[in-house]
């Protein structure tokens, strides 16, 4: 069997049988055809002739492209995955990526906005429009709950369960899983849902919560709008964007004391590994630190 072939059974099955996103899918593809057209100048294309040389020789060649770590490290995990799929099914007998090396990366910590900033992020919108309960219905979610851009955007009208104070957002991959939300959230989604999800729909049907324009669902660059302006609003002079608002989540919420695995559930994630980052502390938390208790502070 050629690579070409390998790889569009490796995405078929990603796409059918494991139900991964279609941005999802598309991420793999790009890393794969990659990898493919740098064999062309190989002898070889055949998928039982590949051995470590060749990934390896491809990692140096992305390194010579100016790839950064971690997108080496994202194209070599995608090969790994496709060769093991074809070890599974008995097409290779070995994995020739399972032992390569891939390049160090210093993972970054994401950038958190502090506590009083989310309050004055979320509080910005005009609840006077239905736009703006909107918006503030939005915020108030996004915070509450973690949810990434995309949950919140598709999140069914069906998944939303106010009378138990939670929400069941479809995750990565199809994934469901159950997040609560506090009361102030609750309040702004009720008002939200009886005064201005109406008047956006005008008599018109939808399944969603977050209405676009034409009764479609909310897209993820109204959505990015909707936190970007909040941002300017609240005076933040950070680069905010949906996801901030999830960083927020997850660090404020360790930083009260909450439990690291029962973080990693509302989230979502598979593994603790990615959780863990949010344990950092922010730099104003260490400052407080140092002036509350340092003797020479």
């Not at 040389?53 to 950064?68: E, N, P």
């Not at 730099?283 to 140092?290: G, P, R, W």
């Amino acid at each position: 069997m050629n690579i070409e072939d390998a790889c569009d059974l490796f995405l078929d099955h990603l796409s059918v049988e494991k139900n991964l996103a279609p941005r999802t899918v598309e991420a793999y593809s790009r890393d794969l055809n990659s990898f493919r057209s740098t064999l062309k100048k190989t002898e070889s294309s055949n998928l039982v002739d590949f051995t470590p040389v060749h990934v390896s020789r491809w990692l140096r060649f992305q390194a010579k492209r100016g790839l950064s770590a971690s997108s080496q490290s994202r194209g070599l995990s995608a090969l790994r995955q496709l060769f093991a799929f074809h070890v599974k099914e008995g097409r290779i007998g070995a994995n020739p990526a399972k032992e390569v090396r891939g390049p160090r990366s210093r993972r970054k910590l994401p950038v958190v906005i502090s506590r009083s900033q989310a309050v004055a992020l979320i509080e910005s919108p005009d609840v006077k429009t239905p736009r703006g309960l909107l918006a503030r219905a939005a915020l108030e979610l996004l915070y509450a709950a973690g949810l990434r851009a995309s949950e919140l955007c598709g999140l069914k009208v069906t998944e939303l369960h106010l009378e138990l104070g939670v929400v069941r957002p479809q995750g990565k991959g199809s994934k469901e899983r159950i997040v609560p939300m506090g009361e102030v959230a609750k309040t702004w989604l009720e008002r939200y849902l009886a005064d201005g999800r109406p008047a956006l729909l005008k008599g018109r049907p939808s399944e969603y919560v977050f209405i676009g324009n034409k009764a479609k669902p909310l897209s993820r660059m109204a959505l990015f709008n909707i936190v970007r302006r909040a941002a300017v609003a609240a005076g933040i002079p950070k680069d905010i964007s949906p996801h901030k608002l999830r960083h927020a989540f997850a660090t404020h919420l360790l930083q009260g004391g909450a439990d690291l695995r029962a973080v990693q559930e509302m989230l979502g994630h598979e593994s603790i590994t990615t959780t863990e980052i949010y344990t950092h502390l922010d730099k104003e938390y260490l400052k407080d630190a140092i002036i509350s208790f340092h003797p020479r502070a």
